[in-house]
């Protein structure tokens, strides 16, 4: 049984909750029936591997960062649509913990105005909230492995497969990986530290809220050092923290994308000209697609 913090095990019993209304208000089979209309596939997995890439991502606050500006929040969609570097968006459907208008209404919004692959990053644990994702036009889902039991991950993987959605995995530890299933194409570390009584998220909400601080007191950039353990072949996806100046040691880490809300988003810069100072950073990189290898530099 996965021990999770006190922090998560709330996200996660609210998201139970947000489901259970749901399936009350849409059964499984109307859900099913619905997918038929929904927003063709884009192959989430062959984008993000076209070349080193920024996965974007819209939400409306952050559990360790409070509130985003609404302005830049209000453009994402249109900026990530026209950036060359953006090869996926990420959508929280979370609307208790990430905003009250994050929603699987907004993920398919944005599919639609982007024409973009679409990732459905919640607190996914029952195979109803899969079919939620593709009946609103997600490409992919994200699974947690400090969330989910080897079993459930392996069920999850394959109902998502089933419907043609990719399967973003996230790892927090170099032992999750054993979780995984083998089959999985795609491999996220996540660099967030989830303290176990919340009280790391709760300081670092309120030194920003109140002080206007940028630091997020709960990234740990040295989980990114066991990329060289995730399977060669597999995407390796750097998540939570990275901002410019970073994309470049990311790369020589062996990742093949870097997944970015909190920097594109919370100000006080324009997201415009953050997205141009990540355009700079990632264009500038050689594009062979990066794995990870014994050569990987470890990061600091």
Not at 39 to 44: E, G, M, R, V, Y
Not at 233 to 250: H, W
Request: with cysteine; hydrophobic share 40%; net charge neutral.
């Amino acid at each position: 049984m996965n021990q999770m913090s006190k922090a998560l095990a709330q996200m996660v019993e609210d998201t139970r909750k947000e489901t259970a209304k749901a399936r009350q208000e849409t059964p499984l089979a109307e859900l099913k029936s619905r997918i038929k209309d929904a927003p063709p596939l884009i192959s989430f997995h062959d984008s993000v591997a076209s070349q080193f890439c920024l996965i974007a991502e819209v939400k409306q606050c952050s559990p360790s960062m409070g509130h985003m500006n609404q302005e830049n929040v209000r453009l994402a969609p249109e900026i990530y649509r026209d950036s060359s570097i953006v090869k996926g968006i990420s959508v929280l459907t979370n609307s208790a913990h990430f905003g009250p208008e994050m929603s699987l209404q907004r993920l398919r919004s944005i599919k639609l105005t982007t024409g973009k692959p679409v990732l459905r990053k919640d607190f996914i644990t029952d195979d109803y909230e899969v079919y939620q994702a593709r009946a609103h036009g997600a490409d992919a889902i994200l699974l947690m492995a400090n969330v989910l039991e080897k079993d459930e991950l392996a069920r999850l993987h394959d109902t998502a497969r089933e419907l043609g959605m990719d399967v973003l995995f996230e790892t927090h530890t170099q032992d999750e990986i054993e979780q995984v299933p083998k089959s999985a194409k795609i491999y996220g570390i996540n660099c967030r530290s989830f303290n176990s009584e919340g009280k790391t998220f709760a300081l670092s909400r309120f030194l920003g809220n109140w002080f206007g601080s940028r630091k997020d007191l709960t990234i740990d950039y040295s989980k990114f050092d066991y990329c060289k353990s995730l399977p060669a072949q597999s995407l390796k996806i750097a998540e939570s923290g990275v901002k410019p100046d970073r994309c470049r040691s990311v790369q020589a880490a062996g990742f093949n994308a870097i997944l970015v809300g909190t920097s594109l988003l919370i100000g006080p810069k324009s997201i415009r000209q953050v997205m141009s100072e990540f355009e700079a950073a990632i264009l500038g990189l050689p594009q062979a697609t990066p794995s990870c290898c014994a050569q990987a530099q470890p990061m600091n």
